[in-house]
């Protein structure tokens, strides 16, 4: 059943392993298929990961394929999808993200221009146990008006995204935001983009199509 998502998950589960967003056992990962939801299974180590190891479960929870049970966090996967519209979700614990969710703050602060790509400043949510009805819920709330990441409260990091490589992409960029606002809290005191700063900053993608390619020019009747 959905073989081909199975191995994506499981491809992308030892690719996360790999660069170390994810370790161990720790972090699940999970991808909406229709009405089905391929998702890592619980306990099982990501870096070693076989496509016929994944589960796949139904929007409701239910368990449809596979030897193994899905994540003990599928509730935290499930809010996304039916709450969020969200085509993937990654939960990890890298370094940075999970360092800046033990810090006494109510988010992480929009100190550079790619956290827009976030959404903006990425909301922490309260703590509660990994696993609990609660804590996805805290979640959910935490990722609402369009953010595209949550921090969970001295625990990790929840990241959607429309498909499972931009999902991956996004939990990368995370973890790098985490570490340049470590990084600048530890030299002193942080600055914070203003609201007309961002709107500038909104204004320049637009203008210059920020993130696309584009062919070269090769026009030298101005040179």
Do not use: K
Not at 15 to 36: I, K, M, Q
Not at 51 to 65: F, I, K, P, S, T
Request: proline fraction near 4%; hydrophobic fraction near 45%; charged fraction near 20%.
């Amino acid at each position: 059943m959905h073989a081909g998502e199975r191995e994506q998950i499981a491809e992308a589960a030892r690719e996360l392993a790999a660069t170390g967003l994810v370790r161990g056992t720790s972090g699940n990962l999970s991808l909406r298929v229709g009405d089905d939801v391929v998702v890592t299974p619980t306990g099982a180590r990501l870096g070693t990961l076989r496509g016929d190891d994944v589960a796949v479960v139904g929007l409701d929870g239910e368990h449809r394929w596979g030897p193994l049970r899905a994540t003990s966090e599928l509730d935290l996967h499930l809010v996304a999808y039916r709450d969020h519209g969200a085509g993937a979700v990654v939960h990890s614990h890298p370094p940075a993200a999970t360092a800046v969710s033990c810090l006494e703050l109510d988010e992480l602060p929009l100190v550079h221009y790619e956290l827009l790509r976030l959404g903006g400043a990425v909301r922490i949510a309260p703590f509660a146990p990994f696993g609990t009805p609660e804590l996805a819920a805290l979640v959910g709330e935490a990722l609402r008006d369009g953010r595209q990441a949550a921090l969970m409260a001295n625990h990790g990091a929840t990241v959607v995204g429309g498909d499972l490589a931009g999902a991956i992409d996004q939990t990368d960029l995370l973890e790098w935001c985490c570490d340049v606002y470590l990084r600048a809290r530890a030299a002193g005191p942080v600055q914070v983009l203003d609201a007309g700063q961002v709107q500038a900053v909104i204004d320049a993608a637009v203008a210059r199509s920020y993130g696309t390619t584009h062919a070269a020019s090769h026009d030298r009747s101005e040179a």
